[in-house]
Every structure is written in structure tokens, then in C-alpha cells.
């Protein structure tokens, strides 16, 4: 499985930058967009959606950076076999977090978030496209799995007692 460690790292970068294109989308119009006399980012259910928009955003962002970290000290062997595990968790929380994102992202647009063109047009195409990104380079079940299976594999190598 570890051929795919590319794959997965493109595609986690991918839906990282389209669920921050969610966010900044809905932080653009929550901030014009005006529901009963004050702007739509004045009301608390908004902002606290933004807020689990940006958190989960924030932390995977922050796991892709460690993992980069990882493979550029690693020689490309070593990062292969033992980074899958971990790159495999990260596309599924990454895939994850895009569909929340684009979700999300698709309530606080509401019905302009059905239509082709005008303001919502990218948040349409995100929410349309995101389980294209899910299921390319194995789906969220089977990156869990396989993160699990690594990570056991390695604690029973360094002699932990599971």
C-alpha cells in the first residue's frame, strides 16, 4: 500500500485547500449577507459553525505539516514503511473534514448554494464534487483501517504490551 503514500498526500493537500475555500466562502458571505436586521456572522449558530469549520481545518492542516516534516527527515524508504499508517489516517480525517466543510459551507449559503453561478457557484461545486476526493486513493474506512493495522504493527515491534 505504500505506492499510494503520493496519491494520498495529493489529495489530502487538495481537500485541505477546497475545505479552507469552503470556510473563506462562508466567511465572505456570512460577513454581506444580512437575516433579521443584523449580518448573518453576528449570529452565534454561525460563528460557531466557522468555528468547527476552522478548528478541524487547523488540525489537520497542522497534521499535514508534521507528517511533511516526517517525510522530508526520512529517507524515502523509511518514510514509505513508516509513514503509511499515519498518511492513510490523515486522508481520511482530511476527506472528512472537507465534507463537513463543504456541508457546512452549503447551510450558512442556503438555496444559493444549489445554483450553478452566481454566489455560491464554488461551494455548489465543492458540495457536488467532495466525495470524489473520499473515495480516490482507498475510502475513509479502509484509511482507518489500515492506520490502525500500522500502528499496532509498529507498537508490538518496539515491544509495548497491547
Not at 58 to 80: D, H, P, V
Not at 103 to 109: C, T
Amino acid at each position: 500500500m505504500t505506492n499510494f503514500n503520493h496519491e494520498r498526500m495529493g489529495i489530502i493537500i487538495q481537500s485541505l485547500r477546497f475545505s479552507r475555500v469552503c470556510y473563506e466562502e462562508s466567511v465572505k458571505y456570512g460577513s454581506k449577507r444580512r437575516t433579521f436586521g443584523k449580518k448573518l456572522i453576528d449570529h452565534p449558530v454561525i460563528r460557531m459553525k466557522l468555528a468547527h469549520m476552522a478548528r478541524q481545518i487547523e488540525a489537520s492542516y497542522n497534521w499535514l505539516e508534521n507528517l511533511i516534516y516526517q517525510c522530508e527527515r526520512m529517507g524515502e524508504t523509511e518514510a514509505m514503511l513508516r509513514l503509511g499508517g499515519p498518511i492513510a489516517g490523515l486522508k481520511a480525517q482530511s476527506t472528512l473534514t472537507f465534507e463537513f466543510c463543504a456541508r457546512e459551507a452549503s447551510q450558512i449559503f442556503g438555496g444559493l448554494s444549489y445554483s450553478r453561478g452566481g454566489q455560491g457557484a464554488k461551494v455548489e461545486r465543492l458540495y457536488r464534487d467532495v466525495r470524489a476526493y473520499a473515495i480516490p486513493g482507498g475510502s475513509e474506512e479502509i484509511m482507518l483501517d489500515l492506520s490502525m493495522r500500522q500502528s499496532l504493527r509498529v507498537a508490538k515491534a518496539v515491544g509495548m504490551k497491547l
